[in-house]
């Protein structure tokens, strides 16, 4: 187990709202046919954290669990929902027939918004409308003798969770898989902060999806990211290491796919991994006992 | 001279603004953790043209030659003049009140990922003509090139090229592919922001300029350089695809922000490998349109 400094950071009320999918017309895939898509926003009744990223009828960008929506700024990844909540932070109903029930925060998505794990029951009693808050922790958190790696939307119970171990001087976090950097695409660059932006595996090309066994992946994986820098935004640097939890589903419009929230990351050589299939925080966090 | 259906194209007037320079309201910060506050990005800029250096510039950040203009109305309205400009198009100063009325410049550049989702078509304009442009002055354009096709080349899309710049390349042909003069060729890894951008028609490509094997790769980079992008396909949206290339016109300067850096706006793009590069540091706008000014 890492030590941390969760004793000192401050834990925040946050407040999102269930949003409506949104659909206005046909979109070129990136082999030029039109698609209409499906599973952004909204509630997804049959769509989980550790189910596939890939397959799903007309999916893309698939967002599993419940979709909401920070609403107190116009631009929701502006508002304390997208910079504040973290992976593994307690979400209560606070309106409506499922007010009172608890579910967990799982990413956060640039493109549609935030996502919350609520069990099968109270899914079946949420509208789009209501209002969910969340408890706010894990902004601020560092690891105890690795200060210089960046933490990001990772809760301290995600982080305990991780079964991070050390080696060598070395911080070593089982991931499912490592995915080479310059298959990252839509999201890189975009803007100098890191909490409110994912970003996305590029799933462009067939070939690609083969030779680095994407397919497999699953909502909630825990990935490796060779290369790649997420400290204030994203980016190429080589010898980076950036672990990141994989928060939405794959994608065939160009340059996107299955979408990574950075959890950790760093240019210093601290940070390793290794291949465990069971990373997911599906596991990690108790939503379900098996993928 | 390869083959096109140029005289199929249709010629349409665009309107749109010399724009004001895009400056953060607060310091942001760069890959290093230290505080940043760029300029160079868009208005005018009076000192630096196609054919000048990409690096180098005091605190520039994304810097953009000569003047940048985006269009203007609604968003359908300025969508037109983003993605039918082409480079190499002839844009004529507009308006009564315009000192450099009626004097033309040339489209050398379109960059997106700005502030508000603006965008900016870049233009050279000839010295005397920067001189006496001011902020919000129209700039018409005579878009002419959407729809380009290299009738040998089926598999080759042509994107934001205008045939000028198509006759003044040198392109050639042999054993069945085009040969395209390119000042350098650029490996994925090294190309960041622009992935998942759609149409590529507007806005941009960045070559990522944080790491230092990036950074001494491109570093010899000017304005109005061609350059090749591989494993890179702009075709229906912009995205990584194992064998194909996008050749671009470099239209835009580095920055320190994570995941950006030089802005390449795509000119060309396959995914089977029919364009071939030749490399030639005189593959640059300035050279090819003879545009005046810079080094």
Redesign the interface.
């Known amino acids: 187990m890492v030590e941390s400094n969760k004793d000192k950071l401050l834990k925040i009320a946050v407040q999102g709202e269930i949003v409506s999918p949104a659909s206005t017309t046909y979109r070129a895939q990136w082999d030029g046919q039109p698609k209409l898509s499906v599973g952004m926003g909204g509630i997804k009744y049959n769509l989980k954290v550790g189910d596939p990223c890939f397959g799903w009828a007309s999916g893309d960008h698939v967002e599993p669990g419940v979709t909401i929506r920070g609403k107190e700024k116009p631009v929701p990844s502006q508002c304390a929902l997208a910079l504040l909540a973290c992976i593994g932070n307690e979400a209560t109903v606070i309106s409506g027939e499922a007010k009172g029930d608890k579910g967990v925060f799982t990413g956060r998505h640039a493109g549609s918004d935030d996502m919350v794990w609520f069990p099968d029951e109270t899914i079946e009693n949420l509208v789009i409308g209501d209002k969910v808050q969340i408890k706010a922790i894990g902004v601020g958190l560092k690891i105890k003798g690795y200060e210089d790696i960046r933490v990001n939307k990772c809760s301290p119970r995600l982080l305990e969770s991780l079964g991070i171990e050390v080696k060598d001087g070395k911080l070593v976090v089982p991931v499912v898989k490592e995915v080479p950097g310059f298959l990252m695409g839509s999201g890189i660059g975009w803007g100098t902060m890191l909490e409110p932006v994912d970003y996305d595996i590029q799933t462009t090309d067939p070939k690609a999806v083969e030779k680095y066994g994407l397919e497999t992946l699953r909502l909630g994986d825990v990935v490796c990211l060779k290369d790649q820098l997420c400290i204030n935004g994203r980016g190429y640097y080589r010898g980076a290491t950036t672990v990141g939890v994989i928060i939405h589903g794959a994608s065939d419009y160009a340059g996107h796919g299955p979408g990574v929230n950075p959890i950790l990351s760093t240019k210093d050589g601290r940070l390793d991994t290794k291949i465990d299939p069971d990373a997911n925080t599906a596991l990690y966090l108790g939503l379900r006992d098996k993928l | 001279m390869v083959k096109t259906n140029k005289d199929k194209l249709l010629e349409v007037a665009l309107i749109g603004e010399i724009t004001h320079p895009a400056v953060a309201p607060s310091y ?4 290093d ?1 230290k505080p ?1 506050l760029g300029l160079g990005r868009g208005g005018i800029v009076y000192n630096v043209k196609v054919g000048d250096p990409c690096f180098g510039w005091a605190w520039g950040e994304k810097v953009e030659p000569g003047a940048s203009a985006d269009g203007v109305g609604n968003d359908r309205e300025k969508g037109a003049f983003r993605n039918l400009s082409c480079i190499g198009n002839m844009a004529r100063v507009v308006g009564e009140k315009a000192r450099a009325r009626g004097k033309w410049g040339t489209v050398v550049g379109k960059v997106g ?1 700005l502030p508000g989702r603006n965008h900016h078509v870049v233009i050279h304009f000839e010295e005397e003509t920067l001189d006496e442009l001011t902020i919000g002055d129209k700039v018409q354009v005579k878009a002419h090139g959407v729809g380009l096709k290299f009738t040998d080349y089926t598999g080759v899309r042509v994107i934001s090229c205008s045939p000028r710049l198509v006759e003044a390349w040198g392109l050639g042909e042999s054993g069945g592919k085009l040969i395209v003069p390119v000042a350098k060729v650029v ?13 590529p028609e507007a806005s941009n490509w ?1 070559i ?1 300029t ?5 950074v001494s790769h491109v570093e010899d980079l000017r304005f109005g350089d061609i350059v090749m992008l591989e ?1 890179i ?12 290339v996008t050749v671009g016109v470099v239209s835009c300067g580095p920055t320190k ?4 850096g030089i802005g390449v706006t795509s000119l060309l793009t396959c995914k089977e490998g029919e364009i071939t590069a030749k490399v030639d540091p005189g593959a640059n706008l300035k050279v090819l349109l003879g545009l005046g000014g810079g080094d």
């Open positions: 942001t910060t760069g890959w953790e940043l990922y490996p994925a890894h090294f190309v960041g922001q622009g992935a998942g951008g759609s149409p960045d990522q944080q790491s230092p094997d990036a494993d396909l702009s075709a229906w949206g912009r995205g990584y695809y194992e064998g194909a922000a994570l995941g950006q």
